[in-house]
Structures are given as structure tokens and as C-alpha cells.
């Protein structure tokens, strides 16, 4: 499915100005989690005079009889159910954000299939994900959508509720890829639309230095100390060009960079504590940026607290 758009001249629901951006796609299913979701899409769509597209997706049910009778219902039937669902959700964003463009979009099929077919001609999808100590899983429709969107993709998780804003910063992993530099780019927009300070991380790790290694290389402490300056180094350059990047691009954006040691997603998720939104980008060199939704990017959306983003090498 593909995201109509209106004639020229014309006017979504709501709509008191034509969007800057293209629009926001929200799944909603009228869970807790899902409403979350919505309140997080909403917002972000308001900050940036963009559409908001709020989308249930139901898949067919399998055939159920009672006695004689079928009780499984018919397309039309299921289409209509899911178009009032949107239309609720889309309801709830205006009651939000009054002067909000919202469209409400109800669709019969998968809804990871759905969502990912409206990323061709969506800015972000966002999405809800239960988060427990009981379910470490990440959930499919986070997962295809990770792995298959066109666009970036939040994933609203966590007990954090508070908005992106003053106090509440961006925070985003850089390496020197060009996944990383597009993933640049979505946080230091979000910073900009928001207010928020922009943290920008390089994590950087030498090679661990095992007790034997001394006794059959007596040079092998100082090779592995050069290897260390070496890639704490590299993290310091990635940092640099990115703050030449973020001053060209959003030179209203307040920007902090670190550059500590350790794993991608452990310093990742450390960051980001008091965060509201933390961005990751995909298929890259290492570090922050994940193949194809890869070991980091999958840790952070699994153990984040808060709003995660992924940014494909195609979302920008």
C-alpha cells in the first residue's frame, strides 16, 4: 500500500498548511503500546508541520464455524473494522494536536507487510513495542520493518514518556560510514525541530591483550597500545567531521560529542540514559552501524528504555 496523497490544492483533514515534509506513518491497534506510538508520531509529525498517517493493518483470521454457521468475516467487513480502528486513533492525534493533517488508513493483510510498503513514500514509521523482563524477543513487525523499510523507523518503547526537548537530548552513534552520516542527520533534525541538545557518540575498542601474549611477543603490549591510539584516534576524527556536518546543516543545534571505550550498544544504551530519543544507523562499517539490522542494532531496541530510530543506508 502506498500513502495517497491529495490533489493540489487539496487538504487532509485538520490541515491548516501545507507539510515541509513528507508524511509520518504510525501503526496503531488501540494498545497501550500502540498509543504510545501514536502520542510520540503525532508530536513529531506537529513539530515539523508534517502529515500524520495513522494505519491498522489486520490479517485475515482463519476460517472459524459455530454449528452450521460462519462466522469468519469478509474482507469488506474486515477493511471497514479497521478503518474506524484508524480513524480513532487518527482522532486522538487531532484531540492532541488540534491543527494536526491526519489520515486514517485501515488495510486487510499483514500489517508488517502493510507498513513496509508505506515506507516507499513515507519520512519515518513509527511503531509500538512491549518491553518486559519476561520478553527479550524483538517483536516482527519491529523486526521486518528494521530489516525491509525504506524509510527510518522509530520503535516507541520503555517507561520514558517525557518529549524529545530541553533536558531531554538526542542522541545518536556515529562511525565514519555513510549509513552513520544519514543517521547524523535524522538526530540533528530532530534536535532542531525540538530544542534538544544533540549528543554525538564514537565508541572505540583496541584488541584485548591476553596473559600469554606477552610471553610468546614481548612487543605485544606496545602493538596493542598503538592499535588503541589508533582507534580512539578514528572515533575522535568521526566526531569532528560530525560536528562540521551538524554546524552546516542545523547550525541552531547544540552539540556534545564523546568518544568513550567500549561496546557499540553498551556505550550506546549508557548514553542514552535521560535520552528521548536515541538513533542508530544500519549497514555500515562496525560500530554503531548494524548489517541489515544486525547484533547492535538489534541489542539497543531489545534492552532501550526509550524511543529508538533506525536510520537504512536509504532513509535519507
Known amino acids: 500500500m502506498t500513502i495517497p496523497r491529495p490533489e493540489e490544492g487539496a487538504t487532509l483533514q485538520g490541515a491548516r498548511r501545507r507539510p515541509m515534509y513528507g508524511p509520518v506513518v504510525v501503526g496503531y491497534d488501540e494498545s497501550a503500546e500502540a498509543g504510545s506510538a501514536l502520542r510520540w508520531a503525532a508530536d513529531w509529525a506537529s513539530a515539523r508541520g508534517a502529515a500524520l498517517v495513522v494505519v491498522y493493518a489486520v490479517s485475515p483470521p482463519p476460517a472459524l464455524t459455530w454449528s452450521s454457521v460462519s462466522l469468519t468475516p469478509t474482507p469488506d467487513v474486515l477493511g471497514r473494522a479497521a478503518q474506524r480502528i484508524a480513524q480513532r486513533g487518527a482522532d486522538e492525534a487531532r484531540r492532541r494536536h488540534p491543527d494536526l493533517e491526519t489520515r486514517a488508513l485501515g488495510a486487510v493483510g499483514s500489517p508488517a507487510a502493510e507498513l513496509v510498503a508505506m515506507s516507499q513514500s513515507a519520512d519515518l514509521v513509527v511503531v509500538g513495542r512491549r518491553v518486559s523482563r519476561a520478553d527479550t524477543s524483538l517483536g516482527s513487525v519491529s523486526f521486518a520493518l528494521g530489516m525491509h523499510a525504506r524509510c527510518p523507523v522509530t520503535?516507541?518503547?520503555g517507561s520514558s514518556t517525557e518529549e524529545i526537548g530541553p533536558g531531554r537530548p538526542v542522541v545518536v552513534g556515529v562511525d565514519t560510514s555513510q549509513p552513520s552520516t544519514r543517521a547524523l542527520k535524522f538526530a540533528a533534525s530532530a534536535?532542531?525541530?525540538t530544542g534538544a541538545e544533540l549528543v554525538v557518540v564514537s565508541a572505540w575498542?583496541?584488541?584485548r591483550q591476553e596473559p600469554w601474549m606477552a610471553d610468546l611477543w614481548?612487543?605485544?603490549?606496545?602493538?596493542?597500545a598503538r592499535l588503541s591510539d589508533g582507534a580512539?584516534?578514528?572515533?575522535?576524527?568521526?566526531?569532528?567531521?560530525a560536528v562540521l556536518l551538524v554546524d552546516g546543516w542545523f547550525p541552531d543545534v547544540r552539540v556534545v560529542t564523546r568518544a568513550p571505550h567500549g561496546l557499540a550498544q553498551e556505550v550506546l544504551l549508557e548514553e542514552s540514559e535521560g535520552a528521548g530519543l536515541l538513533v542508530v544507523?544500519?549497514?555500515g562499517q562496525g560500530g554503531f552501524a548494524g548489517l541489515e539490522l544486525?547484533?547492535?542494532?538489534?541489542a539497543i531496541l531489545r534492552e532501550a528504555?526509550?524511543?529508538?530510530?533506525?536510520v537504512r543506508d536509504s532513509g535519507i
Open 205 to 207: 575498542s583496541g584488541p
Open 305 to 310: 528504555d526509550l524511543p529508538v530510530a533506525v
Open 281 to 283: 544507523g544500519s549497514r
Open 218 to 224: 614481548p612487543d605485544s603490549r606496545t602493538a596493542a
Open 191 to 193: 534536535a532542531s525541530a
Open 155 to 157: 520503535v516507541v518503547q
Open 232 to 241: 580512539s584516534g578514528r572515533a575522535a576524527d568521526s566526531l569532528q567531521e
Open 294 to 298: 544486525g547484533s547492535v542494532s538489534r
